[in-house]
């Protein structure tokens, strides 16, 4: 996910050191749905606000706990305004079971966006 940030010029490529460091060294809030990882931290390494995510076929251990994940959100948030404003989203989406249970199962990644997209306009 970090490469896919990278490319678009969202972070430098230490941010993945970073926030790998942060999963793997310190407690973190970083699950915030069961299933759902939503890794983040604020960093010299952002140079524009952006995400990238990633389901799994096979949930995975998350940090070195034993909760499984098959959704990752990794955020790289320029500010704090920008930050909350992208946090909010993305708690809007996973707070939603039937969006969630749609992510799970689908494959294409362009229908994976259009319904996030649909969901933060209100037309769910």
């Given at each position: 996910?970090?490469?896919?940030?990278?490319?678009q010029?969202?972070?430098?490529?230490?941010?993945?050191?970073?926030?790998?460091?942060?999963?793997?060294?310190?407690e973190?809030?970083?699950?915030?749905?069961?299933?759902?990882?939503?890794?983040?931290?604020?960093s010299t390494?952002?140079?524009?606000?952006?995400f990238?995510?990633?389901?799994?076929?096979?949930?995975i251990?998350?940090?070195?706990?034993?909760?499984?994940?098959?959704?990752?959100?990794l955020?790289?948030?320029?500010?704090?305004?920008?930050?909350?404003?992208?946090?909010?989203?993305?708690?809007?989406?996973?707070n939603?079971?039937?969006?969630?249970?749609?992510?799970?199962h689908?494959?294409?990644?362009d229908?994976?966006w259009?319904?996030?997209?649909e969901?933060?306009?209100?037309?769910?």
């Amino acid at each position: 996910m970090n490469q896919s940030l990278v490319k678009q010029d969202v972070v430098e490529h230490t941010y993945e050191t970073e926030v790998a460091q942060i999963i793997n060294e310190q407690e973190h809030h970083f699950i915030v749905a069961p299933g759902v990882a939503f890794p983040h931290l604020s960093s010299t390494a952002i140079k524009k606000t952006g995400f990238a995510f990633m389901t799994l076929e096979e949930p995975i251990s998350f940090g070195g706990t034993e909760e499984k994940v098959w959704w990752i959100i990794l955020l790289a948030a320029k500010d704090k305004i920008q930050h909350v404003t992208a946090v909010e989203m993305m708690l809007e989406v996973v707070n939603s079971k039937e969006l969630l249970d749609k992510l799970r199962h689908e494959r294409n990644i362009d229908v994976v966006w259009n319904w996030m997209l649909e969901y933060e306009e209100g037309s769910k």
